[in-house]
């Protein structure tokens, strides 16, 4: 179980920022810098079936070859025998889906305008791999 105050690695983890099927999220600081980090928790009794574990593999080699001021960087990853711990860049501004889901009661520029922006970056993303 992983509680407010442990420390992995460096970091010391703070409250929860998200939460998800197989992972949760929450705050951390670098214990020598201060700096600020989001760190990606995900449970590996949860992502025992081959698809899973192979997404997150595959999410972990992506985020560490990508560097853009739009996309969340990967900064470190850590792995006890339960848990994998990616440490990402701390990201304010809520949750993108609440964003996604403003955008479609927005008019019609506005949502035509952010799926344009999407499919620019998947196909710059596809691009580099």
């Given at each position: 179980m992983?509680?407010?105050?442990?420390?992995?690695?460096?970091?010391?983890?703070g409250r929860t920022l998200?939460?998800?099927?197989?992972?949760?999220v929450k705050f951390a600081r670098d214990i020598y810098s201060g700096q600020s980090f989001a760190v990606k928790i995900i449970?590996?009794?949860?992502?025992?079936?081959?698809?899973?574990?192979?997404?997150i593999k595959r999410e972990i080699r992506t985020l560490?070859?990508?560097k853009h001021p739009n996309i969340v960087r990967l900064h470190e990853v850590l792995?006890?025998?339960?848990?994998?711990?990616?440490?990402l860049e701390c990201v304010t501004g809520g949750d993108l889906?609440?964003?996604?889901?403003?955008?479609?009661f927005a008019p019609?520029?506005?949502?035509c305008s952010l799926a344009q922006k999407v499919c620019?970056?998947?196909?710059?993303?596809?691009a580099l791999i």
């Open positions: 992983v509680t407010k105050g442990m420390v992995i690695g460096k970091y010391e983890l998200g939460e998800g099927n197989s992972a949760k449970d590996k009794s949860r992502i025992t079936r081959l698809t899973v574990s192979f997404q560490k070859v990508l792995a006890s025998k339960t848990k994998i711990y990616m440490v889906f609440d964003r996604i889901v403003r955008f479609i019609r520029t506005v949502f620019n970056f998947k196909s710059k993303k596809y």
